[in-house]
Nanobody, 123 residues
Framework: QVLLVESGGGLVQAGGSLRLSCAASGRSQSGYAMAWFRQAPGKEREFVSAVDWNSLTYYADSVKGRFTISKDNAGNTVYLQMNSLKPEDTAVYYC?????????????????WGQGTQVTVSS
């Protein structure tokens, strides 16, 4: 079993930045894909970004060029650097991992989830 713990959320003004972290414990994630999803009130959970076992990265069109995903050398901590934040980025952000090397943009394909961290962007 993998435990994922997110941190780094908060309140920021539009145009500002935040850095989210997701620490994994219980099983090494170095050989697997990890991702960030988000869910705004009244909306479905949506894919934000992912990193494969080989550090290839993927982004939703809505965040491309503004967000950057990365992981530490051990592969057990994943970061999401969020720049140029917009009010529409407001959501609960979730870290997820799957027992596969390659990412999926479908939340149903991830077995492990963190508890989520709130990101609020004011206009």
């Amino acid at each position: 079993q993998v435990l994922l713990v997110e941190s780094g959320g908060g309140l920021v003004q539009a145009g500002g930045s935040l850095r989210l972290s997701c620490a994994a414990s219980g099983r090494s994630q170095s050989g697997y894909a990890m991702a960030w999803f988000r869910q705004a009130p009244g909306k479905e959970r949506e894919f934000v970004s992912a990193v494969d076992w080989n550090s290839l990265t993927y982004y939703a069109d809505s965040v491309k060029g503004r967000f950057t995903i990365s992981k530490d050398n051990a592969g057990n901590t994943v970061y999401l650097q969020m720049n140029s934040l917009k009010p529409e980025d407001t959501a609960v952000y979730y870290c997820a991992s799957r027992v596969r090397r390659y990412y999926s943009s479908d939340s149903k394909n991830y077995e492990n989830w963190g508890q989520g961290t709130q990101v609020t962007v004011s206009s």
